[in-house]
Nanobody, 117 residues
């Protein structure tokens, strides 16, 4: 699955950003069968799961973003979005979208989110 992420940028603490990820070359039925997720990697740290949404629509969030971030998917548009509210400086990272099905996992290019204090 080829993924294209967008929406990163520079914001101030407390502001919001919306990340989008699209799978333009994937047919809808294939996209629907994948669990989608957003990961992030800050400088000097390992990549970590931020939020995921399964093919059935169940969601899971890291403790650090619960209540602030919302993941959603639109299978008809083959997109997954991450609405990020009340951003904090420690949310600064490169964010990656992911599509997973079984043991196969695909990654999009990263999009940089920088939150200034």
């Amino acid at each position: 699955v080829q993924l294209q992420a967008s929406g990163g940028g520079l914001v101030k603490a407390g502001e919001s950003l919306r990340l989008s990820c699209i799978a333009p070359r994937t047919i809808t039925s294939v996209f629907w069968g994948h669990d989608m997720g957003w990961y992030r990697q800050a400088i000097g740290k390992q990549r970590e799961l931020v939020a995921e949404i399964t093919s059935s629509g169940s969601t899971n969030y890291s403790e650090s973003v619960k209540g602030r971030f919302t993941i959603s998917r639109d299978n008809s548009k083959k997109t997954v979005t991450l609405q990020m509210n009340v951003l904090r400086p420690d949310d600064t990272a490169v964010y990656y979208c992911s599509a997973k099905r079984g043991l196969d996992q695909s990654w999009g290019q990263g999009t940089l989110v920088t939150v200034s204090s």
